[in-house]
Protein backbone atom coordinates (compact mmCIF):
# COMPACT_ATOMS: atom_id res chain seq x y z
CA UNK A 1 0.00 0.00 0.00
CA UNK A 2 1.46 2.65 -1.17
CA UNK A 3 0.61 6.21 -3.14
CA UNK A 4 3.30 8.65 -5.42
CA UNK A 5 2.29 11.82 -6.19
CA UNK A 6 4.06 14.39 -8.58
CA UNK A 7 2.90 18.01 -8.37
CA UNK A 8 3.69 21.97 -6.86
CA UNK A 9 4.96 22.18 -3.25
CA UNK A 10 4.31 26.34 -3.11
CA UNK A 11 3.39 29.31 -0.81
CA UNK A 12 0.31 30.65 -0.83
CA UNK A 13 -1.21 34.40 -0.46
CA UNK A 14 -4.40 34.20 -0.30
CA UNK A 15 -7.35 36.88 0.00
CA UNK A 16 -11.02 35.98 0.56
CA UNK A 17 -13.99 38.04 1.01
CA UNK A 18 -13.74 36.79 4.73
CA UNK A 19 -9.71 37.05 5.66
CA UNK A 20 -6.59 37.47 4.50
CA UNK A 21 -3.19 34.74 4.73
CA UNK A 22 -0.20 36.24 3.50
CA UNK A 23 2.00 33.27 3.82
CA UNK A 24 1.07 29.56 3.98
CA UNK A 25 2.06 26.04 2.87
CA UNK A 26 -0.18 25.43 -0.62
CA UNK A 27 0.60 23.65 -4.03
CA UNK A 28 -1.04 20.51 -5.51
CA UNK A 29 1.38 18.01 -3.85
CA UNK A 30 0.63 19.80 -0.32
CA UNK A 31 -2.97 19.60 -0.28
CA UNK A 32 -3.09 15.97 -2.18
CA UNK A 33 -0.56 14.64 0.06
CA UNK A 34 -2.18 15.70 3.22
CA UNK A 35 -5.86 14.88 2.66
CA UNK A 36 -4.64 11.45 1.36
CA UNK A 37 -2.45 10.70 4.36
CA UNK A 38 -4.98 9.89 6.36
CA UNK A 39 -5.79 6.69 4.32
CA UNK A 40 -2.57 5.26 3.28
CA UNK A 41 1.49 6.17 3.17
CA UNK A 42 2.19 8.91 0.99
CA UNK A 43 5.34 9.70 -1.41
CA UNK A 44 5.80 13.33 -2.39
CA UNK A 45 7.77 13.95 -5.48
CA UNK A 46 8.04 17.55 -5.96
CA UNK A 47 10.64 21.02 -5.77
CA UNK A 48 11.08 23.59 -2.87
CA UNK A 49 13.79 26.52 -2.43
CA UNK A 50 16.33 27.28 0.66
CA UNK A 51 13.32 29.26 2.47
CA UNK A 52 11.80 26.21 2.88
CA UNK A 53 12.12 25.31 6.45
CA UNK A 54 11.74 23.01 9.01
CA UNK A 55 8.67 23.97 10.02
CA UNK A 56 6.63 23.46 6.55
CA UNK A 57 8.98 20.13 6.41
CA UNK A 58 7.22 19.02 10.16
CA UNK A 59 4.01 19.23 8.75
CA UNK A 60 4.46 16.78 6.15
CA UNK A 61 6.37 14.03 8.99
CA UNK A 62 3.98 15.34 10.92
CA UNK A 63 1.37 12.94 8.93
CA UNK A 64 3.68 10.41 8.02
CA UNK A 65 4.26 11.26 4.27
CA UNK A 66 7.66 10.42 2.87
CA UNK A 67 9.66 13.18 1.73
CA UNK A 68 12.60 11.83 0.70
CA UNK A 69 11.93 12.79 -3.07
CA UNK A 70 11.15 16.34 -1.89
CA UNK A 71 14.07 18.38 -3.88
CA UNK A 72 15.32 21.31 -2.09
CA UNK A 73 17.40 23.85 -4.54
CA UNK A 74 18.88 25.88 -1.40
CA UNK A 75 19.81 28.74 -3.61
CA UNK A 76 16.23 28.62 -4.67
CA UNK A 77 12.85 30.10 -3.72
CA UNK A 78 10.11 27.90 -3.42
CA UNK A 79 6.76 28.22 -6.01
CA UNK A 80 4.72 31.36 -4.69
CA UNK A 81 1.31 32.15 -5.69
CA UNK A 82 -1.14 34.86 -4.67
CA UNK A 83 -4.75 35.10 -5.54
CA UNK A 84 -8.14 36.73 -4.52
CA UNK A 85 -11.83 35.57 -3.97
CA UNK A 86 -15.09 37.71 -4.41
CA UNK A 87 -17.76 36.52 -2.98
CA UNK A 88 -18.43 34.42 -5.97
CA UNK A 89 -16.17 31.99 -4.18
CA UNK A 90 -16.05 29.87 -7.63
CA UNK A 91 -13.49 32.14 -9.84
CA UNK A 92 -10.08 32.68 -8.05
CA UNK A 93 -8.37 35.98 -9.45
CA UNK A 94 -4.46 35.01 -10.01
CA UNK A 95 -2.57 38.02 -8.41
CA UNK A 96 1.10 36.58 -9.56
CA UNK A 97 2.91 33.63 -10.24
CA UNK A 98 6.29 33.15 -9.02
CA UNK A 99 7.38 29.13 -10.47
CA UNK A 100 11.52 29.77 -9.24
CA UNK A 101 12.34 26.64 -8.42
CA UNK A 102 9.78 25.08 -10.20
CA UNK A 103 10.37 26.55 -13.49
CA UNK A 104 13.19 23.85 -14.09
CA UNK A 105 11.95 20.99 -12.72
CA UNK A 106 12.35 17.73 -12.96
CA UNK A 107 10.77 14.94 -11.30
CA UNK A 108 13.36 12.27 -9.95
CA UNK A 109 12.13 9.45 -8.40
CA UNK A 110 13.80 7.20 -5.92
CA UNK A 111 13.96 3.58 -6.39
CA UNK A 112 10.69 3.14 -3.12
CA UNK A 113 8.80 5.63 -5.50
CA UNK A 114 9.01 3.70 -8.72
CA UNK A 115 7.28 1.08 -6.83
CA UNK A 116 4.67 3.02 -5.72
CA UNK A 117 1.05 1.19 -6.39
CA UNK A 118 -0.79 3.83 -7.08
CA UNK A 119 0.55 7.30 -8.50
CA UNK A 120 -1.38 10.64 -8.97
CA UNK A 121 0.14 12.76 -11.82
CA UNK A 122 -0.95 16.72 -10.22
CA UNK A 123 -1.68 19.71 -12.70
CA UNK A 124 1.97 19.84 -13.99
CA UNK A 125 3.33 20.81 -17.44
CA UNK A 126 1.90 17.38 -19.24
CA UNK A 127 5.35 16.23 -20.57
CA UNK A 128 6.67 16.37 -16.83
CA UNK A 129 3.56 14.19 -16.12
CA UNK A 130 4.39 11.49 -18.92
CA UNK A 131 7.88 11.36 -17.90
CA UNK A 132 6.39 10.34 -14.48
CA UNK A 133 4.54 8.07 -15.29
CA UNK A 134 6.83 6.42 -17.80
CA UNK A 135 9.11 5.60 -14.12
CA UNK A 136 5.94 3.25 -13.00
CA UNK A 137 5.14 1.41 -15.17
CA UNK A 138 4.07 -1.49 -12.90
CA UNK A 139 1.72 0.72 -11.34
CA UNK A 140 -1.74 -0.37 -10.83
CA UNK A 141 -3.46 2.92 -11.28
CA UNK A 142 -2.81 6.35 -12.38
CA UNK A 143 -4.83 9.43 -12.22
CA UNK A 144 -4.19 12.74 -13.50
CA UNK A 145 -5.27 16.25 -13.22
CA UNK A 146 -4.42 18.80 -15.60
CA UNK A 147 -5.90 22.56 -16.37
CA UNK A 148 -7.09 25.18 -18.71
CA UNK A 149 -3.47 26.57 -19.40
CA UNK A 150 -2.35 22.71 -20.46
CA UNK A 151 -5.48 22.00 -22.65
CA UNK A 152 -4.78 25.59 -24.20
CA UNK A 153 -1.09 25.57 -24.63
CA UNK A 154 0.04 21.81 -25.01
CA UNK A 155 -2.57 20.07 -26.42
CA UNK A 156 -0.85 17.37 -27.94
CA UNK A 157 1.41 16.55 -25.41
CA UNK A 158 -1.54 16.42 -22.88
CA UNK A 159 -3.46 13.99 -25.22
CA UNK A 160 -0.48 11.57 -25.63
CA UNK A 161 -0.06 11.70 -21.43
CA UNK A 162 -4.20 10.82 -20.86
CA UNK A 163 -3.80 7.78 -23.24
CA UNK A 164 -1.36 5.92 -20.60
CA UNK A 165 -3.39 6.67 -17.53
CA UNK A 166 -6.13 4.96 -15.47
CA UNK A 167 -8.55 7.48 -14.04
CA UNK A 168 -8.55 11.74 -15.45
CA UNK A 169 -9.85 13.67 -12.57
CA UNK A 170 -10.92 17.55 -13.94
CA UNK A 171 -13.39 19.63 -13.76
CA UNK A 172 -16.33 19.89 -16.05
CA UNK A 173 -15.43 22.95 -17.63
CA UNK A 174 -12.28 21.10 -18.44
CA UNK A 175 -14.18 18.23 -19.61
CA UNK A 176 -16.16 20.16 -22.66
CA UNK A 177 -12.91 22.31 -23.60
CA UNK A 178 -10.37 19.08 -23.77
CA UNK A 179 -13.55 18.05 -25.83
CA UNK A 180 -14.96 20.70 -27.16
CA UNK A 181 -18.52 19.03 -26.51
CA UNK A 182 -21.19 21.09 -24.14
CA UNK A 183 -22.89 17.97 -23.36
CA UNK A 184 -21.03 16.50 -20.53
CA UNK A 185 -21.89 12.86 -20.67
CA UNK A 186 -21.05 13.12 -24.37
CA UNK A 187 -17.99 14.88 -23.34
CA UNK A 188 -17.32 12.17 -21.04
CA UNK A 189 -18.00 8.94 -23.39
CA UNK A 190 -15.69 11.00 -25.81
CA UNK A 191 -12.95 10.81 -23.15
CA UNK A 192 -13.28 7.08 -21.91
CA UNK A 193 -12.30 6.31 -25.66
CA UNK A 194 -9.01 7.71 -25.48
CA UNK A 195 -7.29 5.48 -22.95
CA UNK A 196 -8.64 6.00 -19.28
CA UNK A 197 -11.18 3.51 -17.82
CA UNK A 198 -12.59 6.25 -15.69
CA UNK A 199 -12.92 10.38 -15.82
CA UNK A 200 -14.03 11.78 -12.74
CA UNK A 201 -15.94 15.10 -13.16
CA UNK A 202 -15.61 17.65 -10.51
CA UNK A 203 -18.62 19.98 -10.11
CA UNK A 204 -17.59 22.64 -7.32
CA UNK A 205 -20.91 23.05 -5.43
CA UNK A 206 -22.73 20.56 -7.10
CA UNK A 207 -20.60 17.12 -6.54
CA UNK A 208 -18.71 15.04 -8.38
CA UNK A 209 -19.54 12.42 -11.28
CA UNK A 210 -17.88 9.37 -12.24
CA UNK A 211 -18.07 8.12 -15.63
CA UNK A 212 -16.86 4.57 -16.61
CA UNK A 213 -17.91 2.31 -19.97
CA UNK A 214 -20.62 0.64 -17.77
CA UNK A 215 -21.46 2.75 -15.35
CA UNK A 216 -22.69 6.46 -14.14
CA UNK A 217 -21.83 7.36 -10.50
CA UNK A 218 -23.18 11.10 -9.14
CA UNK A 219 -22.76 12.66 -5.72
CA UNK A 220 -23.81 16.01 -4.47
CA UNK A 221 -20.93 18.21 -3.02
CA UNK A 222 -21.51 18.16 1.28
CA UNK A 223 -23.98 21.11 1.85
CA UNK A 224 -21.52 24.02 3.44
CA UNK A 225 -23.78 27.36 4.77
CA UNK A 226 -19.66 28.84 4.37
CA UNK A 227 -17.01 28.32 2.04
CA UNK A 228 -13.94 29.65 3.60
CA UNK A 229 -10.76 29.09 0.99
CA UNK A 230 -11.80 26.95 -1.78
CA UNK A 231 -7.83 27.17 -2.49
CA UNK A 232 -6.79 23.38 -3.10
CA UNK A 233 -10.43 21.59 -2.87
CA UNK A 234 -9.84 19.63 -6.24
CA UNK A 235 -6.25 18.59 -5.05
CA UNK A 236 -7.44 17.59 -1.49
CA UNK A 237 -10.53 15.65 -3.34
CA UNK A 238 -8.20 13.68 -5.49
CA UNK A 239 -5.77 13.05 -2.28
CA UNK A 240 -9.11 11.11 -0.36
CA UNK A 241 -9.73 9.57 -3.18
CA UNK A 242 -6.59 8.19 -4.31
CA UNK A 243 -5.48 7.75 -0.56
CA UNK A 244 -8.71 5.66 0.16
CA UNK A 245 -8.50 3.66 -2.74
CA UNK A 246 -4.79 3.00 -1.74
CA UNK A 247 -5.88 1.37 1.37
CA UNK A 248 -8.26 -1.21 -0.61
CA UNK A 249 -7.66 -4.25 -2.05
CA UNK A 250 -9.42 -4.24 -4.97
CA UNK A 251 -9.63 -1.15 -6.99
CA UNK A 252 -13.35 -2.45 -8.33
CA UNK A 253 -16.66 0.07 -8.87
CA UNK A 254 -17.68 -0.58 -5.46
CA UNK A 255 -14.72 0.86 -4.29
CA UNK A 256 -14.30 4.01 -6.83
CA UNK A 257 -17.57 4.89 -5.39
CA UNK A 258 -16.79 4.91 -1.91
CA UNK A 259 -13.46 6.47 -2.63
CA UNK A 260 -15.20 9.15 -4.69
CA UNK A 261 -17.35 10.14 -1.23
CA UNK A 262 -14.24 9.86 1.03
CA UNK A 263 -12.33 12.70 -2.22
CA UNK A 264 -15.84 15.31 -1.35
CA UNK A 265 -15.72 14.68 2.33
CA UNK A 266 -11.98 15.64 2.72
CA UNK A 267 -12.84 18.59 0.38
CA UNK A 268 -15.40 19.44 2.19
CA UNK A 269 -13.13 19.84 5.15
CA UNK A 270 -10.56 22.02 3.29
CA UNK A 271 -12.61 25.10 2.62
CA UNK A 272 -13.37 25.25 5.93
CA UNK A 273 -10.58 27.54 6.39
CA UNK A 274 -7.21 28.94 4.96
CA UNK A 275 -5.42 26.13 3.07
CA UNK A 276 -4.26 22.71 5.08
CA UNK A 277 -5.29 24.38 8.10
CA UNK A 278 -8.38 22.30 8.65
CA UNK A 279 -7.66 19.47 6.66
CA UNK A 280 -4.64 19.08 9.04
CA UNK A 281 -6.17 18.89 12.35
CA UNK A 282 -9.13 16.68 11.27
CA UNK A 283 -9.88 12.97 12.79
CA UNK A 284 -10.64 9.57 11.74
CA UNK A 285 -13.88 10.39 13.28
CA UNK A 286 -14.65 13.32 11.73
CA UNK A 287 -13.70 12.03 8.55
CA UNK A 288 -16.21 9.10 9.44
CA UNK A 289 -18.68 10.97 10.16
CA UNK A 290 -19.51 13.22 7.11
CA UNK A 291 -18.80 10.17 4.94
CA UNK A 292 -22.11 9.00 6.87
CA UNK A 293 -23.49 11.72 6.42
CA UNK A 294 -23.57 11.83 2.67
CA UNK A 295 -25.04 8.31 2.86
CA UNK A 296 -28.00 10.07 5.27
CA UNK A 297 -28.47 12.98 2.39
CA UNK A 298 -28.24 10.78 -0.61
CA UNK A 299 -30.28 7.25 0.10
CA UNK A 300 -33.55 6.60 -1.00
CA UNK A 301 -35.67 2.98 -0.81
CA UNK A 302 -35.73 1.61 -4.38
CA UNK A 303 -39.50 0.98 -4.19
CA UNK A 304 -40.95 1.10 -7.74
CA UNK A 305 -44.63 2.34 -8.56
CA UNK A 306 -47.95 0.41 -8.98
CA UNK A 307 -50.85 2.10 -10.56
CA UNK A 308 -53.63 1.74 -7.88
CA UNK A 309 -56.11 2.95 -10.34
CA UNK A 310 -55.72 2.31 -13.92
CA UNK A 311 -56.55 5.51 -16.34
CA UNK A 312 -59.40 5.87 -18.17
CA UNK A 313 -57.24 5.27 -21.35
CA UNK B 1 -56.53 10.45 -3.31
CA UNK B 2 -56.76 13.23 -5.49
CA UNK B 3 -54.27 15.81 -6.74
CA UNK B 4 -55.30 19.45 -7.71
CA UNK B 5 -53.58 21.61 -9.90
CA UNK B 6 -54.01 25.29 -10.83
CA UNK B 7 -51.94 27.07 -13.99
CA UNK B 8 -51.70 27.79 -17.47
CA UNK B 9 -52.85 25.30 -20.34
CA UNK B 10 -51.21 27.12 -23.63
CA UNK B 11 -50.23 26.85 -26.92
CA UNK B 12 -46.49 26.83 -27.43
CA UNK B 13 -44.50 27.53 -30.39
CA UNK B 14 -40.46 26.29 -29.70
CA UNK B 15 -37.37 26.45 -31.65
CA UNK B 16 -34.65 24.99 -30.53
CA UNK B 17 -31.19 24.12 -33.24
CA UNK B 18 -32.62 20.85 -33.20
CA UNK B 19 -36.24 21.50 -35.07
CA UNK B 20 -39.52 24.20 -34.64
CA UNK B 21 -43.05 23.49 -33.27
CA UNK B 22 -45.42 25.77 -33.95
CA UNK B 23 -48.21 24.94 -32.27
CA UNK B 24 -48.57 22.64 -29.38
CA UNK B 25 -50.29 21.66 -25.92
CA UNK B 26 -47.94 23.97 -23.11
CA UNK B 27 -48.40 25.82 -20.11
CA UNK B 28 -47.86 24.61 -16.32
CA UNK B 29 -50.84 22.66 -15.39
CA UNK B 30 -50.41 20.69 -19.04
CA UNK B 31 -47.66 19.43 -18.41
CA UNK B 32 -48.13 18.51 -15.02
CA UNK B 33 -50.95 16.93 -15.00
CA UNK B 34 -50.31 14.60 -17.68
CA UNK B 35 -46.65 13.96 -15.76
CA UNK B 36 -48.86 13.45 -12.63
CA UNK B 37 -51.35 11.09 -14.25
CA UNK B 38 -49.17 8.14 -14.41
CA UNK B 39 -49.78 8.11 -10.67
CA UNK B 40 -52.84 9.36 -9.29
CA UNK B 41 -55.73 11.22 -10.64
CA UNK B 42 -56.05 15.05 -11.77
CA UNK B 43 -57.93 17.96 -11.77
CA UNK B 44 -57.08 21.00 -13.65
CA UNK B 45 -58.11 24.33 -12.80
CA UNK B 46 -57.28 26.89 -15.79
CA UNK B 47 -58.80 28.68 -18.57
CA UNK B 48 -58.63 28.30 -22.59
CA UNK B 49 -60.31 29.90 -25.61
CA UNK B 50 -62.91 28.72 -28.35
CA UNK B 51 -59.46 27.96 -30.02
CA UNK B 52 -58.80 25.08 -27.60
CA UNK B 53 -60.30 22.14 -29.48
CA UNK B 54 -61.66 18.61 -29.48
CA UNK B 55 -57.85 17.36 -29.90
CA UNK B 56 -56.66 19.11 -27.15
CA UNK B 57 -59.16 18.06 -24.23
CA UNK B 58 -58.80 14.07 -25.39
CA UNK B 59 -55.55 14.50 -24.50
CA UNK B 60 -56.18 14.93 -20.88
CA UNK B 61 -59.02 12.55 -21.27
CA UNK B 62 -56.95 10.07 -22.66
CA UNK B 63 -55.08 10.36 -19.40
CA UNK B 64 -57.84 10.26 -17.34
CA UNK B 65 -57.74 14.25 -16.17
CA UNK B 66 -60.60 15.61 -15.24
CA UNK B 67 -61.34 18.88 -16.49
CA UNK B 68 -64.40 19.97 -15.31
CA UNK B 69 -62.65 22.91 -13.71
CA UNK B 70 -61.42 23.86 -17.12
CA UNK B 71 -63.18 26.63 -17.63
CA UNK B 72 -63.80 27.62 -21.72
CA UNK B 73 -64.45 30.78 -22.95
CA UNK B 74 -65.91 30.39 -26.48
CA UNK B 75 -65.36 33.91 -27.70
CA UNK B 76 -61.26 34.24 -25.99
CA UNK B 77 -58.24 32.87 -27.06
CA UNK B 78 -56.36 30.69 -25.31
CA UNK B 79 -52.59 31.78 -23.88
CA UNK B 80 -50.04 31.67 -26.39
CA UNK B 81 -45.86 31.61 -26.08
CA UNK B 82 -43.12 31.72 -27.97
CA UNK B 83 -40.07 30.71 -27.27
CA UNK B 84 -36.21 30.32 -29.01
CA UNK B 85 -33.32 27.72 -27.36
CA UNK B 86 -29.86 28.52 -28.24
CA UNK B 87 -27.25 25.66 -27.78
CA UNK B 88 -26.97 26.79 -24.06
CA UNK B 89 -30.61 24.48 -23.57
CA UNK B 90 -30.66 26.33 -19.98
CA UNK B 91 -31.85 29.65 -21.02
CA UNK B 92 -35.19 30.00 -23.08
CA UNK B 93 -35.63 33.63 -25.19
CA UNK B 94 -39.08 34.41 -24.88
CA UNK B 95 -40.24 35.78 -28.28
CA UNK B 96 -43.98 36.85 -27.01
CA UNK B 97 -46.28 36.19 -24.50
CA UNK B 98 -49.87 36.29 -25.39
CA UNK B 99 -52.41 35.97 -21.77
CA UNK B 100 -55.35 35.84 -23.98
CA UNK B 101 -57.74 34.33 -21.51
CA UNK B 102 -55.41 34.13 -19.06
CA UNK B 103 -54.99 37.59 -18.37
CA UNK B 104 -58.69 37.81 -16.30
CA UNK B 105 -58.43 33.87 -14.68
CA UNK B 106 -60.28 33.78 -11.74
CA UNK B 107 -60.13 30.11 -10.88
CA UNK B 108 -63.18 28.78 -10.08
CA UNK B 109 -63.18 25.56 -8.01
CA UNK B 110 -66.25 22.64 -7.75
CA UNK B 111 -66.67 21.10 -4.91
CA UNK B 112 -64.42 17.95 -5.72
CA UNK B 113 -61.65 20.56 -6.53
CA UNK B 114 -62.08 21.74 -2.82
CA UNK B 115 -62.11 18.60 -1.40
CA UNK B 116 -58.72 17.80 -3.11
CA UNK B 117 -55.87 15.90 -0.89
CA UNK B 118 -52.83 17.62 -2.73
CA UNK B 119 -52.63 20.63 -4.30
CA UNK B 120 -50.23 22.54 -6.37
CA UNK B 121 -50.18 26.10 -7.19
CA UNK B 122 -48.38 26.68 -10.25
CA UNK B 123 -46.66 29.58 -11.37
CA UNK B 124 -49.54 32.23 -12.08
CA UNK B 125 -49.78 35.28 -10.09
CA UNK B 126 -49.75 34.95 -6.40
CA UNK B 127 -52.96 36.40 -5.36
CA UNK B 128 -54.61 34.01 -7.51
CA UNK B 129 -52.53 31.35 -5.91
CA UNK B 130 -53.75 32.51 -2.79
CA UNK B 131 -57.43 32.94 -3.71
CA UNK B 132 -57.33 29.15 -4.55
CA UNK B 133 -55.07 28.01 -1.11
CA UNK B 134 -57.87 29.54 0.85
CA UNK B 135 -60.59 27.38 -1.32
CA UNK B 136 -59.12 24.27 0.23
CA UNK B 137 -58.20 24.19 3.58
CA UNK B 138 -58.52 20.99 4.47
CA UNK B 139 -55.71 19.76 1.81
CA UNK B 140 -53.16 17.56 3.30
CA UNK B 141 -50.60 19.19 1.65
CA UNK B 142 -49.72 22.16 -0.63
CA UNK B 143 -46.80 22.92 -3.25
CA UNK B 144 -46.21 26.32 -4.74
CA UNK B 145 -44.09 27.52 -8.13
CA UNK B 146 -43.31 30.89 -8.77
CA UNK B 147 -40.96 32.58 -11.20
CA UNK B 148 -38.22 35.85 -11.05
CA UNK B 149 -41.50 37.96 -12.85
CA UNK B 150 -43.22 37.39 -8.96
CA UNK B 151 -40.27 37.56 -6.80
CA UNK B 152 -39.93 41.23 -8.65
CA UNK B 153 -43.31 42.41 -9.39
CA UNK B 154 -45.26 40.63 -6.24
CA UNK B 155 -42.98 40.13 -3.54
CA UNK B 156 -44.94 41.08 -1.09
CA UNK B 157 -48.20 39.16 -1.69
CA UNK B 158 -45.95 36.19 -2.96
CA UNK B 159 -44.19 36.01 0.71
CA UNK B 160 -47.54 36.13 2.03
CA UNK B 161 -49.07 32.60 0.13
CA UNK B 162 -45.20 30.86 0.85
CA UNK B 163 -46.84 31.26 4.20
CA UNK B 164 -49.35 29.30 4.33
CA UNK B 165 -47.82 26.27 1.70
CA UNK B 166 -46.13 23.34 2.81
CA UNK B 167 -43.80 22.82 -0.12
CA UNK B 168 -41.82 24.99 -2.18
CA UNK B 169 -40.95 23.74 -5.73
CA UNK B 170 -38.45 26.71 -7.78
CA UNK B 171 -34.64 26.60 -9.28
CA UNK B 172 -31.61 27.46 -7.27
CA UNK B 173 -31.46 30.67 -8.76
CA UNK B 174 -35.11 31.57 -7.52
CA UNK B 175 -34.21 30.84 -3.99
CA UNK B 176 -31.01 33.14 -4.03
CA UNK B 177 -33.24 36.13 -5.71
CA UNK B 178 -36.20 35.08 -3.41
CA UNK B 179 -33.80 35.50 0.21
CA UNK B 180 -31.04 37.58 -1.52
CA UNK B 181 -28.62 34.97 0.06
CA UNK B 182 -25.90 33.39 -2.68
CA UNK B 183 -25.52 30.74 -0.84
CA UNK B 184 -27.98 28.18 -1.59
CA UNK B 185 -27.86 26.17 2.13
CA UNK B 186 -28.68 29.49 3.71
CA UNK B 187 -31.37 30.31 1.75
CA UNK B 188 -33.16 27.36 2.03
CA UNK B 189 -32.68 27.38 5.92
CA UNK B 190 -34.34 31.40 5.67
CA UNK B 191 -37.20 29.84 3.46
CA UNK B 192 -37.84 27.25 5.77
CA UNK B 193 -37.93 29.77 8.84
CA UNK B 194 -41.23 31.54 6.87
CA UNK B 195 -43.90 28.61 6.88
CA UNK B 196 -42.75 25.95 4.33
CA UNK B 197 -41.90 22.77 5.94
CA UNK B 198 -40.04 21.70 2.57
CA UNK B 199 -38.06 23.41 -0.02
CA UNK B 200 -37.06 22.34 -3.32
CA UNK B 201 -34.47 23.22 -5.19
CA UNK B 202 -34.61 22.79 -9.12
CA UNK B 203 -30.49 22.58 -10.53
CA UNK B 204 -31.49 22.02 -13.87
CA UNK B 205 -28.42 19.70 -15.45
CA UNK B 206 -27.05 19.02 -11.48
CA UNK B 207 -30.32 17.47 -10.46
CA UNK B 208 -32.44 18.34 -7.12
CA UNK B 209 -32.22 18.91 -3.56
CA UNK B 210 -34.99 18.82 -1.16
CA UNK B 211 -34.41 20.79 2.29
CA UNK B 212 -36.22 20.61 5.28
CA UNK B 213 -35.70 21.35 9.03
CA UNK B 214 -33.76 18.14 10.13
CA UNK B 215 -32.52 16.85 6.84
CA UNK B 216 -30.79 17.52 3.38
CA UNK B 217 -31.22 15.17 0.45
CA UNK B 218 -29.87 15.51 -2.73
CA UNK B 219 -30.06 13.76 -6.11
CA UNK B 220 -27.96 14.27 -9.03
CA UNK B 221 -30.27 14.90 -12.87
CA UNK B 222 -30.52 11.68 -15.37
CA UNK B 223 -27.53 12.00 -17.65
CA UNK B 224 -29.03 12.90 -20.53
CA UNK B 225 -26.80 12.66 -23.52
CA UNK B 226 -28.83 15.36 -25.93
CA UNK B 227 -31.59 17.44 -24.83
CA UNK B 228 -34.25 18.39 -27.36
CA UNK B 229 -36.41 20.51 -25.49
CA UNK B 230 -36.13 21.84 -22.21
CA UNK B 231 -39.51 23.48 -21.80
CA UNK B 232 -41.96 22.18 -19.01
CA UNK B 233 -39.26 20.36 -17.38
CA UNK B 234 -39.82 22.02 -14.02
CA UNK B 235 -43.37 21.29 -14.33
CA UNK B 236 -43.28 17.79 -15.28
CA UNK B 237 -41.16 17.14 -12.33
CA UNK B 238 -43.33 18.84 -10.07
CA UNK B 239 -45.74 16.65 -11.75
CA UNK B 240 -43.51 13.33 -11.22
CA UNK B 241 -43.32 14.73 -7.30
CA UNK B 242 -46.81 15.23 -6.23
CA UNK B 243 -48.30 12.60 -8.46
CA UNK B 244 -46.20 10.09 -6.82
CA UNK B 245 -46.97 11.95 -3.31
CA UNK B 246 -50.45 11.57 -4.05
CA UNK B 247 -50.35 7.78 -4.42
CA UNK B 248 -48.85 7.33 -1.14
CA UNK B 249 -50.46 6.77 2.42
CA UNK B 250 -47.66 8.86 4.62
CA UNK B 251 -46.34 11.98 3.18
CA UNK B 252 -43.22 10.78 5.07
CA UNK B 253 -39.46 11.48 4.20
CA UNK B 254 -38.94 8.43 3.01
CA UNK B 255 -42.15 8.74 0.33
CA UNK B 256 -40.86 12.70 -0.37
CA UNK B 257 -37.40 11.27 -1.39
CA UNK B 258 -38.73 8.44 -3.34
CA UNK B 259 -41.12 11.36 -4.94
CA UNK B 260 -37.86 13.51 -5.73
CA UNK B 261 -36.82 10.41 -7.86
CA UNK B 262 -40.30 10.36 -10.18
CA UNK B 263 -40.12 13.90 -10.07
CA UNK B 264 -36.62 13.47 -12.12
CA UNK B 265 -37.18 10.41 -14.18
CA UNK B 266 -40.45 12.33 -15.34
CA UNK B 267 -38.82 15.52 -16.55
CA UNK B 268 -35.79 13.46 -17.58
CA UNK B 269 -38.33 12.35 -20.13
CA UNK B 270 -39.98 15.03 -21.21
CA UNK B 271 -36.99 16.92 -22.81
CA UNK B 272 -36.64 14.15 -24.88
CA UNK B 273 -38.97 15.62 -27.09
CA UNK B 274 -41.19 18.67 -28.33
CA UNK B 275 -43.39 19.56 -25.53
CA UNK B 276 -45.44 16.80 -23.81
CA UNK B 277 -45.23 14.42 -26.87
CA UNK B 278 -42.46 11.84 -24.62
CA UNK B 279 -44.54 12.16 -21.71
CA UNK B 280 -47.67 11.47 -23.42
CA UNK B 281 -46.52 8.08 -24.49
CA UNK B 282 -44.76 6.30 -21.47
CA UNK B 283 -45.34 3.66 -19.82
CA UNK B 284 -45.04 2.49 -16.63
CA UNK B 285 -41.94 0.59 -16.47
CA UNK B 286 -40.01 3.04 -18.57
CA UNK B 287 -40.56 5.29 -15.70
CA UNK B 288 -39.94 2.02 -13.37
CA UNK B 289 -36.88 1.50 -15.30
CA UNK B 290 -35.60 4.76 -14.74
CA UNK B 291 -36.22 5.17 -11.66
CA UNK B 292 -33.51 1.67 -10.85
CA UNK B 293 -31.38 3.64 -12.83
CA UNK B 294 -31.40 6.46 -10.43
CA UNK B 295 -30.94 4.24 -7.56
CA UNK B 296 -27.96 2.34 -9.57
CA UNK B 297 -26.19 5.73 -10.25
CA UNK B 298 -26.29 7.02 -7.03
CA UNK B 299 -26.13 3.92 -4.19
CA UNK B 300 -22.37 3.10 -2.46
CA UNK B 301 -21.99 0.80 0.58
CA UNK B 302 -21.59 2.27 3.59
CA UNK B 303 -18.24 0.81 4.67
CA UNK B 304 -16.23 3.40 6.82
CA UNK B 305 -12.43 3.70 6.75
CA UNK B 306 -10.32 1.95 9.19
CA UNK B 307 -7.06 3.15 9.17
CA UNK B 308 -4.43 -0.12 8.68
CA UNK B 309 -1.35 1.54 9.18
CA UNK B 310 -0.74 4.41 11.83
CA UNK B 311 0.82 7.55 10.66
CA UNK B 312 3.76 8.98 12.68
CA UNK B 313 2.28 11.37 14.24
Given at each position: MSLLVVGSVAFDEVETPFGKCEKMLGGSASHFSISASFFTEVNVVAVVGGDFGSEELQTFSNH???????????DGKTFRWGGRYDYDLNVAHTL?????????FKPKLSEKSRSARLVFLGNIQPDLQRGVREQVPGAELVALDTMNLWIETARESLLRTIRDVDVLIINDAEARQLTGIPNLIKAARTIL?????ALIAKRGEYGAALFTAESYFAIPAY?????FDPTGAGDTFAGGFMGYLSSQKDLDEAALRRAMIFGSVMASFNV?????ARTQRLTDEEINERFRDFKRMTHFEEIPFERAVRALK
Open positions: GIDTSDLEKIPYTDLNVFADTWGPKPLESVEEFGT
